[in-house]
């Protein structure tokens, strides 16, 4: 699994949300395409919020309802990953939409994609295992991401340094 998307598959991603989309017979307003653009290509998987404030620059016009809408729908066509969160927030990845692990920080929710090999592999096992016909799977990693524990680490040396001086 390759983590960097090339502008190509974007394009790609962009051009088959923008198809499906048409074929539940959605107006294509530039907002929804807007949309549809920051899903295909972000790498931060956005929440709806974030999305509507980046569309909301370019198209001050938009509401929050519209951003809702396009997700929900891109969502329920299996075009983009939900990811859900205890709190009820909700983040989305359009450039992959199949099944991929998660690594999450639970401080600043940065949330990226790990370079896994052998998560099929596990799929099949889980199947072979429980004899249950998998057709998704979701795996999440939680921690502290590297800006996180570097700030944790400076805070400790400022308090070390207040001590000793
Ligand atoms: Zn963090
Ligand atoms: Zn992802």
Redesign the pocket.
């Known amino acids: 699994m390759n983590k960097d998307h090339s502008p190509q598959d974007a394009e790609q991603r962009i051009e088959q949300m923008i198809h499906r989309l048409r074929e539940r017979g959605l107006r294509l307003t530039p907002q929804r395409i807007a949309v549809v653009r920051i899903l295909a290509t972000s790498d931060e ?1 956005p929440s709806v919020e974030r999305i509507y404030e980046q569309v909301h620059r370019d198209f001050p016009t938009t509401s929050i309802a519209t951003v809702y809408k396009t997700v929900a729908l891109l969502r329920d066509l299996g075009e983009i ?1 939900e990811l859900g969160f205890p709190d009820g927030s909700n983040r989305y ?1 359009g450039s ?1 939409p199949y099944p ?1 692990p ?1 690594v999450i920080c639970t401080r600043c929710r940065t ?1 990226v ?1 790990p370079d896994l090999n052998g998560v099929q592999d596990l799929a099949r096992e889980v199947g072979v295992e429980t004899g249950f016909l998998i057709t998704t799977h979701r795996l999440d990693f939680f921690g502290l991401c590297r800006a996180c524990q570097e700030r944790d680490k400076e805070r400790h040396e400022e308090r070390q340094g207040k001590t000793a001086g």
């Open positions: 998987h990953i990845d992959k991929h998660h949330v994609d």
